[in-house]
């Protein structure tokens, strides 16, 4: 399969322990997005990046939430600090530049925070 | 703030039945992506339309993007319990580099 995968598919976690999930976008893509979706709402847009670069960041990604892709190919997003609010599901996307309205979505990450 | 607004927020109909929904916006849309989303599971892309007037099909799907590139329409014809799901539009307005903005979604139910 050479789709977006993301790991893990479901989070438990107690309020206030830090988490941390993984994206593996497409192979070719260079840019690489993360999204917030609650429930009855559309993803809402936090952060892109275009190769390694982080180039854009979200108001709603506030100074818990970092994300990295050190080598261009894989992402992480971490979560410090976690507060029943970021109970969502937190989906990652790639794609093509000149190309990057045609995203592809992975299927996510479920977290609950108790 | 650009939003997007989708119509209606629930449709549940029997099998063999043709439905519209509706994706609107006051903003131009650079481009607009249709999503099909299942329960606990990434969104799926089915189509993108760039120019205004366009209309793409894909199968018993037709796609419209509005002539002035603000609005986008998805009609389904005979629609089956497989078509059940969420339907999400997202826009992108250009300026943003490819982050796209969601409507809520239509979340429809084809019953057999």
């Known amino acids: 399969d050479t789709g977006v995968s993301q790991d893990p598919r479901h989070k438990i976690t107690k309020r206030g322990q830090n988490v941390t999930f993984r994206c593996d976008p497409i192979?070719?893509?260079?840019?690489l997005y993360w999204y917030r979706q609650t429930l009855g709402q559309g993803p809402e847009f936090l952060t892109y990046?275009?190769?390694?670069?982080?180039?854009?960041k979200s108001r709603l990604l506030s100074d818990r939430f970092s994300a990295e892709r050190p080598k261009g190919s894989f992402s992480t997003l971490e979560i410090q600090r976690t507060e029943q609010g970021d109970s969502a599901m937190y989906l990652c996307?790639?794609?093509?530049?000149?190309?990057?309205?045609?995203?592809?979505f992975g299927p996510g990450t479920r977290l609950t925070v108790t | 703030t650009q939003l997007l607004e989708q119509s209606p927020q629930f449709l549940s109909i029997q099998e063999g039945e043709n439905l519209t929904v509706y994706c609107n916006s006051s903003?131009?849309?650079?481009?607009l992506q249709w999503y099909r989303q299942e329960p606990g599971e990434g969104p799926v892309l089915l189509v993108t339309?760039?120019?205004?007037?366009e209309v793409k099909k894909l199968k018993r799907l037709t796609f419209q993007f509005g002539d002035a590139r603000k609005d986008s329409s998805l009609h389904i014809t005979a629609a089956q319990p497989g078509d059940t799901g969420l339907y999400l539009c997202?826009?992108?307005?250009?300026?943003?580099?490819?982050?796209?903005?969601f409507g809520k979604g239509t979340k429809l139910s084809v019953k057999p």
């Open positions: 996307a790639s794609s093509l530049t000149g190309t990057s309205v045609e995203q592809y």
């Open positions: 192979s070719e893509h260079n840019r």
């Open positions: 990046f275009q190769n390694e670069a982080q180039l854009e």
């Open positions: 903003s131009v849309f650079s481009s």
């Open positions: 339309v760039v120019t205004g007037g």
């Open positions: 997202a826009g992108d307005y250009g300026g943003s580099q490819g982050n796209l903005i």
